[in-house]
């Protein structure tokens, strides 16, 4: 406990230093130390203040999130632990929190019961608990809103986002931004306020008086909470318990918000939000590519192709200040392409995400290009050509001969092999997948696609790359699809069966989109380009086994040139806003396909379409796994949260496998079978899992991926 709070002094001012590495958590132990450093200096007369600080990076990123298992598994029920230390803190000498880093959750609870705080300017605080599927649970709710105002509050802890040092100082949150030195700019501070009354935050009642404000405030919030965060609860119990703060006393608050913060904290969704969380970190993490493995400096790359993806990573790139050669075959295509680059830019200043100086900056980092001449200068390469093996492998063969030789050449390939691509060169250690998602500038997924012979270092130094581009990581094994489209098209197929077999195209949508995915299969396909996915049937249907059941009407709308959103009508119709629109016609020709081809019509259920698409996704999902295409099934899952609209309070496919339960997900696997053929042919990992009474989160393979 001594070290992990220690408590110094500096002549009349106490100096509370918390260390726990490497975020200073606030768990059990160190709340223990604050409350003895504390009471430490309460009994010392001679101390006037305290300081109240974080040692190593930062000053405290919240409570500590391990723990939470322990309250909702029963061994432990110390949620409630903070309150009383808080209340320690206030009733006590006057104490200054001096933030550096991020004052985060229980961080800032903590920071809000000190009289005063003082900042460095690059420091954020925010109430992120609704991002774990929880809310503040140390009085945040009842502590913020006197100090920045409802508004504010209820928007930082319903939204969970945070907010920087700066605009803590105009809020009134923080009292002063230290430049330089924060112990010696917060023990000057302390000096300063040392004999004046110390102000209680708990007391301050200024900034909640305006009843008349209160309830378009709070039901505009409730209103944003369900369309920004749809199908989440937590964001809703933070603005019940910030509206608390204006009709209980303080206590009552901070007890309405106990009630509510364990509710959320025992739920599902809190569960599958913490998953998320660790497996974010986890992913980073490749047991034969060890932390130590030397990464390559990437300081310039050039992309090959101005396209839509092309265009796309040469933005991400350029966002990171990486200058970019951006190369096409011809002139119109990379006028095309740049002309693209600046709309998409154009809206993101109309949005206000950058300035036109940024911009500017920005465009001046990606240079067009025509030829391979300024190859051998760069430090790695992304191709992102049309998606054909032959073009992509003569590619290859042309950078083997343009490039340096300790460059990284990467294909942003969604579907074929690595290792023939590589085999184009005369050094496949050098050769890797960097899978982006549409649009590459903002989805955060990364696919890092490791073939049978990628080197570590290209391993090591493409994850490192992932995060510095603000992009998620996820090392994949080499097949078909990888791990992301691979079960996609299983999803898709059974979406486009249920429809076949009866279901609207806007029931299956309105299904998925209600069991919480941004977007139903059929509607992304249509924004996709129904195109891409025909004709990279037409190049696989000799592999097809004429015997099992494959999709008739998705191929029948292409014949008649229905490709989505860009012809104006695929699944649906599209008006000039880009609005979906049900469209009869289709309804009507894909009933009369589904009858000509003898297929039984029914009505579904939303409940079977949730299953028939869902099921088979993960029932694919635990084939990558057993096969090692996928690390963990965290992996899966942080793929599908991250590129594929999953919704992130379900934990992905494979942890909502486990919340249904392995063994239910396995029978309805076999009913299906028993319906609807081999198709459905339980994953053997499904069904040793079931049969094993196991989870998938229990069981990770670790293998390296090389299949
Ligand atoms: C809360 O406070 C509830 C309260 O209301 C009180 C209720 C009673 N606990 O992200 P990084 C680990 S809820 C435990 O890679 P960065 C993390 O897993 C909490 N562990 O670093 C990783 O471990 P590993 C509200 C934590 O520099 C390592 O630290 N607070 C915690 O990119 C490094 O993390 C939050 O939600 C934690 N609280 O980012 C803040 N935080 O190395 C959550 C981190 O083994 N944290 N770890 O993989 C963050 O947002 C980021 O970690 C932060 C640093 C921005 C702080």
Redesign the pocket.
């Known amino acids: 406990m001594a070290d992990l709070v220690e408590l110094t002094r500096d002549n009349q001012i106490a100096i509370v230093t918390i260390n726990n590495p490497?975020?200073n958590?606030?768990s059990p132990a160190v709340a223990q130390g604050i409350a003895h450093a504390i009471d430490q200096a309460s009994r010392d007369d001679s101390i006037k203040a305290v300081v109240l600080m974080g040692a190593g990076?930062?000053f405290v990123?919240?409570?500590?999130?391990?723990?939470?298992d322990k309250i909702t598994s029963g061994q432990t029920s110390r949620?409630?632990?903070?309150?009383p230390l808080l209340l320690q803190i206030e009733n006590g000498k006057p104490a200054v929190a001096a933030i550096h880093?991020?004052a985060?959750?229980?961080?800032l609870?903590l920071a809000m019961a000190t009289h005063y705080r003082v900042a460095a300017p690059a420091s954020?605080l925010g109430?992120?608990?609704v991002?774990?599927g929880?809310?503040?649970?140390?009085g945040?709710t009842q502590r913020l809103p006197r100090l920045v105002g409802l508004a504010k509050a209820v928007e930082m802890c319903a939204e969970g986002n945070p907010i920087s040092a700066r605009e803590a100082l105009t809020l009134g949150l923080v009292d002063r931004l230290i430049e330089g030195n924060l112990s010696a700019g917060a023990l000057q501070f302390a000096r300063e306020i040392s004999e004046r009354p110390a102000p209680k935050t708990r007391e301050r009642e200024e900034k909640l008086r305006q009843p008349e404000q209160h309830e378009p405030l709070f039901s505009g919030a409730r209103e944003r909470v369900r369309a920004k965060q749809r199908g989440m609860i937590a964001p809703l119990a933070a603005v019940d318990a910030v509206e608390a703060a204006t009709q209980l006393s303080f206590e009552e608050g901070c007890q309405l918000e106990q009630k509510l913060?364990r509710k959320c904290l025992f739920s599902d969704q809190s569960k599958a939000l913490i998953h998320i969380?660790?497996g974010e970190?986890?992913v980073?993490?490749i047991p034969d590519v060890p932390k130590e493995t030397p990464v390559l400096p990437i300081n310039s790359v050039a992309v090959v192709g101005a396209g839509t993806m092309g265009g796309g990573i040469a933005m991400v790139f350029a966002n990171a200040g990486i200058p970019v050669l951006l190369k096409d075959a011809d002139q119109p295509a990379l006028v095309r392409g740049l002309a693209t680059i600046e709309k998409n830019y154009q809206s993101s200043i109309k949005r206000g995400r950058f300035t036109r100086q940024y911009v500017d900056e920005r465009l001046k980092l990606i240079q067009p290009t025509l030829s391979y001449d300024d190859f051998g200068k760069v430090d790695m390469v992304v191709e992102a050509v049309f998606e054909g093996i032959a073009l992509k492998k003569d590619v290859f063969a042309q950078l083997d001969r343009a490039c340096r030789k300790d460059a990284i050449l990467a294909s942003n390939t969604s579907t074929l092999n690595i290792d023939e691509i590589a085999s184009a060169t005369s050094r496949p250690e050098s050769v890797i997948g960097t899978h982006f998602f549409s649009p590459a500038n903002v989805m955060r997924l990364l696919e890092i696609v490791r073939g049978q012979r990628t080197g570590k270092q290209m391993i090591a130094t493409c994850m490192q790359l992932a995060k510095k581009l603000g992009k998620i990581g996820v090392l994949v094994g080499n097949c078909r699809g990888f791990v992301g489209n691979r079960m996609f098209h299983h999803y898709v197929r059974e979406a486009v069966f249920l429809v076949e077999e009866g279901a609207s195209p806007q029931a299956v949508d309105q299904a998925l989109y209600d069991f919480g995915m941004a977007l139903g299969p059929l509607a992304t396909g249509d924004l996709a380009g129904l195109d891409v996915g025909w004709r990279i049937r037409k190049e696989y249907r000799h592999l097809e086994n004429p015997a099992v059941r494959q999709p008739i009407v998705g191929d029948r709308l292409c014949e008649l040139g229905r490709y989505g959103q860009k012809t104006g009508a695929g699944w649906y119709r599209y008006d000039e806003n880009r609005r979906a629109i049900a469209d009869p016609e289709v309804n009507d020709l894909i009933r009369k396909w589904a009858i000509e081809a003898g297929i039984p019509q029914r009505e579904i259920s939303a409940t079977e379409i949730v299953e028939r698409c869902i099921y088979a996704l993960l029932n694919e999902g635990a084939r990558i796994l057993e096969e090692g295409v996928a690390l963990r099934s965290a992996d899966i899952d942080i793929i599908y949260v991250n590129g594929y609209g999953f919704p992130s309070y379900r934990g992905g496919p494979m942890w909502y496998a486990d919340t249904v339960g392995v063994k239910n997900v396995y029978q309805r696997v076999g009913d299906f079978r028993a319906r609807h053929g081999e198709l459905w042919e339980p994953a053997p990992l499904l069904r040793r899992l079931a049969e094993e009474n196991r989870t998938f989160a229990g069981f990770s393979r670790l293998q390296p991926a090389t299949v």
Do not use: H, M, Y
């Open positions: 490497p975020v958590a606030l990076r930062t990123a919240g409570a500590d999130i391990k723990e939470f949620a409630a632990g903070l309150l880093g991020s985060f959750g229980g961080g609870e954020q109430q992120p608990e991002k774990l929880i809310i503040p649970g140390a945040g913060f969380f660790f970190r986890e980073a993490k």
